[in-house]
């Protein structure tokens, strides 16, 4: 799904926040062996953050309502290591960079924090 999809099932009720990262951690736990993430935000507080959006905001009241989105790991997000793909470089955040809690504030919802592969895929 893009965002205006989301967006049109967020506005019609068709989908929840809460539905759509129910979804998106199945996905991911379905995936294996074959892991993605540097950092996966845990489900219970992706889970809490769709909840909050739920109770608090209608999806015509933030520009990214229920959003999904992953940052490249060189992006600090308090509460999570940040590594740049590397573990001697590993820290835990204290702050949030700004760029993601522009996001954060707008109403996306992060998951986590991806490999970032730059090669074509076969």
């Not at 736990?29 to 909840?51: D, H, M």
């Not at 940040?82 to 702050?95: I, L, M, R, S």
């Amino acid at each position: 799904m893009d965002i205006t999809a989301l967006e049109s099932a967020y506005r019609s009720g068709t989908l929840t926040p809460t539905a759509l990262v129910e979804h998106i951690y199945r996905d991911i736990e379905a995936q294996g062996e074959r892991p993605v993430w540097i950092t996966l935000v845990p489900k219970e507080s992706a889970l809490l953050r769709a909840a909050e959006l739920e109770s608090g905001a209608s999806p015509s009241s933030l520009p990214l309502y229920g959003i999904p989105f992953a940052v490249k790991d060189n992006f600090d997000v308090e509460g999570l290591p940040t590594t740049a793909a590397c573990p001697g470089f590993a820290h835990q955040a204290v702050e949030t960079a700004s760029a993601v809690k522009r996001l954060l504030d707008a109403g996306a919802i992060l998951i986590g924090k991806p490999i970032w592969i730059n090669s074509q895929l076969d």
